[in-house]
């Protein structure tokens, strides 16, 4: 039998109930429908995650820091939706980003991104993502990378979007995504 795909959830936010954390958290809803049924695991350690200091990013890892590399490692994708501050990512993830630069996990590692923002916004933080993905070797796939604009009307008590548009919007995107880490853990078995 096949281990189903792990999706390693990553919110961008710190805020309590943001609209991000409705989208990765419809996402786990969702994904045990979509072809390959994936398994959902939503980090939350980003508020206890130090700052970045390159002196520290050596062995022994800060234990949040080992933390996170580990999730990450133990994933076949990454699922990330995160706001835009000051027209770019918000200090507290970039400085998540910041610790996997040192760090192989995310090499060649499908990755994409819900831009959650509402039409005009957003595009700051998802560009900065793209730049900074580069740097860790991640590969992003254009194709899972969508703008699904959350209206806070449209979530449900349990911080879920019922809007069924973007339920579906979402849907293809983890299918997207769930595609790229079937095909590259393909390319990584022997022949």
Not at 10 to 39: C, D, F, Y
Not at 76 to 95: Q, R, V
Not at 152 to 180: F, K, N, Q, W, Y
């Amino acid at each position: 039998m096949t281990t189903p795909p792990v999706i390693l959830l990553l919110s961008g936010s710190l805020r309590a109930g943001s609209s991000n954390e409705s989208v990765l958290r419809t996402a786990q809803a969702l994904a045990p429908g979509v072809p390959g049924s994936p398994r959902t695991v939503l980090y939350d350690g980003l508020g206890g995650l130090p700052h970045f200091n390159p002196d520290d990013d050596r062995a022994p890892l800060p234990e949040p820091v080992a933390r996170l590399r580990e999730a990450i490692a133990g994933a076949s994708a990454l699922l990330i939706c995160c706001p835009e501050y000051a027209g770019t990512l918000p200090g507290a993830f970039k400085n998540l980003l910041d610790w996997t630069v040192g760090g192989t996990e995310i090499g060649d590692k499908p990755v994409a991104w819900v831009n959650a923002a509402a039409p005009g916004r957003g595009e700051g933080a998802s560009a900065a993502l793209r730049t900074v993905l580069g740097y860790t070797g991640a590969a992003v796939v254009d194709g899972a990378c969508a703008r699904i604009p959350v209206d806070a009307r449209t979530v449900d008590a349990d911080g879920t979007i019922a809007d069924p548009a973007a339920r579906e919007r979402l849907s293809a995107a983890l299918g997207s995504l769930i595609e790229a880490a079937a095909a590259a853990t393909a390319a990584d078995e022997p022949a």
